[in-house]
């Protein structure tokens, strides 16, 4: 019977140890998930981060690639004075190419823009009245020049000398 007893009991011990490398196993299968979960973690962290870069770069290309195309627009104008200190660009003549000379605000192309200068007729002052496409400033291109004699009817107090009115 002891030996009976102590096959048991061995036996016992040998089902005990299995339920302790059982438990052990199921400690490292937990451990080993919540490690894999954390690294899927990372790695979804990581390819965020990743898609943000490469739109960041996409953007930056396109800002290069404006850039560089209104470094080569820019080329065609150059900067013309009106008269009286008035300043814009000027479409140079051999660059037009089939477009109509035009001119550009001064501001608007500083900035990287192609602001172009409406007409808006011409002053009391025989200045050229243009506003621009871009910026909706409005100037006065040329020299002031004595008002144009007034009417009758424009002898107004009203009289505004932009507009001739």
Partial sequence: MVVTEAIAGLSAIKTALDMAKALENIQEAVARDRAVFELQREILSAQQAQFV???????LEK????????????KRYEMKEFGGGTIAYALKPSMANGEPLHNLCCKCYNNGKKGVLQSRGINAYRQQMVKCSECDADFALGARAEPRSRSSNSSRSDFDPFTGR
């Fill in 53 to 59: 870069l490469v739109d960041r770069i996409r953007d």
């Fill in 63 to 74: 800002q290069i690639a404006d850039f560089d195309e209104w470094k080569a627009e820019k």
